[in-house]
């Protein structure tokens, strides 16, 4: 059974950090991008960061470039999401999904061509 499931999300100050974790299973993941996306209340689902199957290419969006750091231990199977210097706007619920091979050209958008979505993680940036 393909499933892929974050974790590591909490509630967390300004300017503190959260590791998000994105666990497959059922399937190989060191040929899918994983692609880490958010929704806050009230408004769209948006592509924060993907990371390529094979060369591992990383891509962010520009609201987190220079905070917030993408990786894939295929032998773990695992993708993380290194958050740092968060803000009260990065409060969402974060998912991951997968596409084949590589990210695309539209993964900063609501991931339309990803499949296989987790149950999500709950982040909140609040003092």
């Known amino acids: 059974q393909v499933q892929l499931e974050e974790s590591g999300g909490g509630l967390v100050?300004?300017?503190g950090s959260l590791r998000l974790s994105c666990?497959?299973?059922g399937f190989p993941l060191d040929y899918y991008a994983i692609g880490w996306f958010r929704q806050a209340p009230g408004k769209k689902r948006e592509g924060v960061s993907c990371i390529s199957s094979?060369?591992?290419s990383t891509y962010y969006r520009n609201s987190v470039k220079g905070r917030f750091t993408i990786s894939r231990d295929n032998a773990k199977k695992t993708v993380y999401l290194q958050m740092n210097s968060l803000k009260p706007e990065d409060t969402a619920v974060y998912y991951c999904a997968r596409r084949w091979s590589l990210c695309g050209s539209t993964w900063y958008t609501n991931g339309a061509d990803f499949g296989s979505w987790g149950q999500g993680t709950q982040v909140t940036v609040s003092s």
Do not use: R, V
């Open 13 to 15: 100050q300004p300017g």
């Open 54 to 56: 094979s060369q591992g």
């Open 23 to 25: 666990a497959a299973s």
